[in-house]
């Protein structure tokens, strides 16, 4: 009887060490299934959260900044009133999107047409385009970044003076679509973002629209690749890439080559509009090689080469 009751005993045993092995097998394959691409559009809802709107900033909110550490800003009304209700890209999918990086490797590249092919073009920084770069770099934007510090603060005088608005006003209608300012990156760039906000709300420009990246959305996607072994803050290219890959079924990148040699390792200038140089706060050639690994994988397709060659 003893015995029995012991033979059953090991057999609940066996039972259940076997089923706990079958479940984490199982479990094991299934999470292999989902690439990090899919990771990436579930952690940080691109869609609806990549910017700040009156939807996700609420008045008495508490916005946390995303790279000035422990500093805060209350939401008030003065800044929910500016912006939109909604996100743009609430429930939109584009079919195919180019993100274009700002390295000299477009120089001489042909690749102008290849990027205006896509649906979505994302640009960095008030990048030139159009007139003589149209060629390499083409002349559609649906979506580009400005610094408010090195761009609306320096080159347009914080749009201070008349002259500083208007040059600023002419040139920001080269940018039609979405018009990204990181107005809670830093604590001094709020007070300017909010400026140029206002401005081009009182002058009733509608293209580009201005608007405010949401520091949560960007400390999130920045997490994500954290966690596949990205430490360095994001650079403006990784991180357009990475709303991209949330929102579009292909990601066509151009203009990315953090290195002072091209392929052919001939010297290379940083930027396809002048000099420049690499900075240290960001990894680019970490983040290049990231996106080499999942252009292997086919997430991503980055082009390096003369578009009539590779295209
Ligand atoms: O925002 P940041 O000043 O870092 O960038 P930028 O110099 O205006 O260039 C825009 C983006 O293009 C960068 O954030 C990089 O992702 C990419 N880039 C690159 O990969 N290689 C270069 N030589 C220059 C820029």
């Known amino acids: 009887m003893l015995k029995a009751a012991q033979r059953l005993g090991l057999g609940v045993v066996i039972i259940t060490v076997l089923s706990l092995l079958y479940f984490i097998l199982m479990t094991q394959s299934a999470v292999k299934l989902i690439h990090p691409r899919e990771e990436l559009h579930n952690c940080c809802s691109t869609q609806d959260d990549f910017i700040l709107t009156q939807k996700n900033?609420?008045?008495?909110?508490?916005?946390?900044?995303?790279i000035t550490k422990g500093k805060t800003f209350k939401v008030n009304s003065?800044?929910?009133?500016?912006?939109?209700?909604?996100?743009?890209?609430?429930?939109?999918?584009?079919?195919?999107?180019?993100?274009?990086g700002n390295g000299a490797i477009l120089s001489q590249s042909g690749c102008g047409q290849e990027i205006d092919k896509a649906d979505y073009v994302f640009r960095c920084n008030l990048p030139p385009i159009g007139g003589k770069y149209a060629e390499n770099t083409g002349i559609r934007t649906n979506s580009t970044t400005a610094n408010p510090i090195s761009q609306i603060m320096s080159k347009y005088k914080g749009l201070r003076n008349q002259q500083g608005?208007?040059?600023?006003?002419?040139?920001?209608?080269k940018y039609p679509g979405l018009l990204w300012v990181s107005a809670f990156g830093?604590?001094?760039?709020?007070?300017?973002?909010?400026?140029?906000?206002?401005?081009?709300?009182?002058?009733?420009?509608?293209?580009?629209?201005?608007?405010?990246?949401?520091?949560?959305?960007f400390t999130d996607t920045m997490n994500f690749w954290r966690a596949h072994n990205l430490s360095n803050?994001?650079?403006?290219g990784m991180y357009l890439s990475s709303i991209a890959l949330s929102v579009c079924d292909q990601v066509h990148i151009f203009g990315f080559w953090?290195?002072?040699k091209d392929?052919?390792?001939?010297?290379?200038?940083?930027?396809?509009?002048?000099?420049?140089?690499?900075?240290?706060?960001?990894?680019?050639?970490?983040?290049?090689?990231?996106?080499?690994?999942?252009?292997?994988?086919?997430?991503v397709n980055v082009h390096i080469h003369k578009c009539q060659a590779d295209s």
């Not at 003065?78 to 195919?96: D, N, Q, V």
């Not at 608005?165 to 209608?173: G, H, Q, S, W």
């Open 57 to 66: 900033t609420k008045i008495g909110m508490t916005i946390r900044y995303a």
């Open 263 to 299: 392929p052919e390792d001939q010297p290379l200038a940083y930027h396809y509009y002048g000099k420049g140089k690499v900075d240290q706060v960001h990894d680019m050639p970490q983040e290049f090689l990231k996106l080499l690994e999942w252009h292997q994988e086919g997430v």
């Open 233 to 236: 803050r994001l650079s403006t």
């Open 78 to 100: 003065a800044l929910t009133r500016l912006l939109p209700k909604t996100s743009p890209l609430s429930g939109r999918r584009f079919s195919r999107c180019s993100v274009v």
């Open 186 to 217: 830093v604590k001094s760039a709020t007070v300017i973002s909010q400026q140029a906000l206002k401005f081009v709300t009182q002058k009733r420009i509608r293209s580009p629209a201005l608007v405010f990246g949401n520091p949560k959305h």
């Open 165 to 173: 608005r208007d040059k600023f006003m002419t040139d920001i209608k």
């Open 258 to 260: 953090p290195f002072d």
